[in-house]
Structure formats: structure tokens, C-alpha cells
């Protein structure tokens, strides 16, 4: 394989990162892509900071409904089981 | 058999279980599902009607439908896309009667916003434009710890809540929830291209907010 002459820059890649994550890239892009982490360990702990981040994001609790609310879809529920 | 546990490895039979308990009236179950799916919901319906009282009301709604339709859901498409199906419809009735909360143009990403500041990256007339004048850190080492510190999450949990409406329910959705791109489009009425780059535009900005939270 050759490699190509065509380059990405780090702020590109700051802006491509989540389409890499995502896999939303062309191969073309893709190989850019990767081709510019193989040269580039400040781009390489981006992307694994960004991994971080997901990851942080993934841990978060969803915020329950107030008290009152759960009262009241549980009891609909209840009825509902009785009928 | 051997009855299917919340804990089974296999997702279809722990939906069906989950499901058949649901349908026995288990209220410990019906609780976590409201418990599971509430944050996001109202989330959802919020980009569709004004205020958070009407939002509260269209999520209300959606779970006594939910609650009305159990006994008919068939499993065409899994748990969570039905309750968010249900939602979307109340959330659109609702929405038409009154104006679309965040109008449909505000749903699109305009304009630019770098994901890092520019100031961070080598100028036009330097030596390798673009590229970093001093490297992002190495979080690998830490980076599991990161992950389960308390702090880390608090962090990230402001990060989200300062984010734009729309950016908020996308990183919700896809990275707390785990809906797929597919039904984020779906729910909320966006198209794919724009979905990507709010979740790309949310994620950047929490990003940055845990590299000042390390950095200090």
C-alpha cells in the first residue's frame, strides 16, 4: 500500500472523532484517520479520552420520576392488574 | 424450563420475562421500568411541548398507555421502542395543539462550534498547521478509575444538564440509555446527519468539562 500524500490534522480529527467512534466514516476517511493516530499520540489519547468520557456518560443513573408521580403510575398499575 | 431471570445473559428472554411479570401485575418490576425510562422520556417530550409541567403531563400520558396496552404488545420491536413509541404519539398530539417547544429549525446544529478551542492548535502561518501546540493528556493509566470515581460523574452530570436541550436528550438517549441512532432520528424527528453531530457537539463539550475538572 502507498501512502497517501493527502493528511488530516489534529483539529480535524478532534472533529471527526465521534464519526471514527461511531464507524459513520468512508473507508476513505477512515484510513486518513487512522493512518494520522499511527503518527500522532496526542490524537491517540484524544480519541481514548473521548472513549473515557462515553464510558463516564454510560455510568450515570437516570433521575427517577418524583415520589408522587411513581404513587400515582403505580397505582394505575395496580388497577389495571385488578380489572 | 428453567425460568428466565432480569440477570440472564440473553436480552430477548430476559425481555420476555420481564414482560410476563409485568403482565402478572409485579409491581417491584413496573416501577424499575418507570424508574429506567422517566429521565428520558420527559426529555423527549420537552422538545416537543412547552414547559416541563405539560412534558410531566405527556409522560404521565404515555405510561397509562403503556399500562393499557401491555396485555396487546406483541414484541415486534423491544420494550423500550414501544414506551418510546407511545410517548412520541402523545408528545405530537399534544405538540400540535400547542407550538413545538424547540421549533424545528432549533433542531438542526447551525454554525459552528469547534470541538476544541481553536487556540489549542498551531496557526495558519506556523510550522504544521492544525496540529496540537501541546498534546491533550494521557488519561489511559487512570482512565478505570476515572470512570467509577463519584466525582468523575458529578462532573459529567453538570456537563450534561448545561447543554443545549436537544444535545442533552441525544447523549441521553445514546450513551446512557443505549437507544440506537435509529430510534433517536425516530423520536425526535431529526435526521441522521444531524443527529451525529449533536451527539458529536454533547459529547465534546463533557469532554472538555472532565479534562478542566483533571486538569485542575
Known amino acids: 500500500m502507498t501512502e497517501s500524500s493527502e493528511r488530516i490534522t489534529c483539529q480535524e480529527v478532534t472533529e471527526l472523532v465521534n464519526d471514527y467512534i461511531e464507524r459513520t466514516l468512508s473507508s476513505h476517511e477512515m484510513a486518513l484517520f487512522e493512518q494520522h493516530l499511527n503518527f500522532c499520540d496526542g490524537c491517540d489519547w484524544y480519541v481514548d479520552q473521548m472513549r473515557v468520557t462515553i464510558a463516564a456518560v454510560g455510568r450515570i443513573e437516570p433521575a427517577e420520576p418524583p415520589p408522587e408521580v411513581r404513587d400515582k403510575l403505580l397505582s394505575a398499575f395496580r388497577d389495571r392488574s385488578r380489572s | 424450563m428453567a425460568e428466565a431471570t432480569l440477570e440472564s445473559p440473553d436480552p430477548a428472554a430476559a425481555e420476555a420475562a420481564l414482560l410476563e411479570r409485568l403482565r402478572a401485575g409485579d409491581e417491584p418490576a413496573f416501577e ?152 433517536v432520528c425516530a423520536a425526535l424527528d431529526v435526521s441522521e446527519a444531524n443527529q451525529r453531530v449533536l451527539l458529536h457537539r454533547a459529547r465534546s463539550r463533557v469532554r472538555s468539562a472532565l479534562e478542566r475538572h483533571f486538569d485542575d
Open chain 2, 32 to 183: 424499575a421500568l418507570v424508574a429506567r425510562h422517566y429521565a428520558t422520556m420527559l426529555a423527549v417530550a420537552q422538545t416537543y411541548v412547552k414547559g416541563r409541567s405539560v412534558a410531566e403531563e405527556v409522560v404521565q400520558e404515555a405510561w397509562l398507555g403503556v399500562i393499557k396496552g401491555l396485555d396487546r404488545f406483541e414484541g415486534r420491536s423491544s420494550l423500550k421502542t414501544w414506551i418510546l413509541s407511545i410517548l412520541v404519539n402523545q408528545a405530537k398530539t399534544r405538540g400540535a395543539r400547542e407550538a413545538r417547544s424547540v421549533p424545528f429549525a432549533a433542531l438542526a446544529p447551525e454554525g459552528d462550534e469547534p470541538a476544541v478551542d481553536p487556540d489549542r492548535f498551531r496557526g495558519p502561518n506556523e510550522s504544521y498547521p492544525g496540529h496540537w501546540r501541546a498534546f491533550p493528556g494521557d488519561w489511559g493509566r487512570s482512565a478505570d478509575t476515572t470512570v467509577q470515581d463519584r466525582e468523575t460523574l458529578r462532573v459529567v452530570m453538570g456537563a450534561i444538564k448545561d447543554l443545549p436541550a436537544t444535545q442533552q436528550t441525544v447523549i441521553r438517549m445514546r450513551d446512557v440509555e443505549g437507544y440506537t441512532s435509529e430510534e
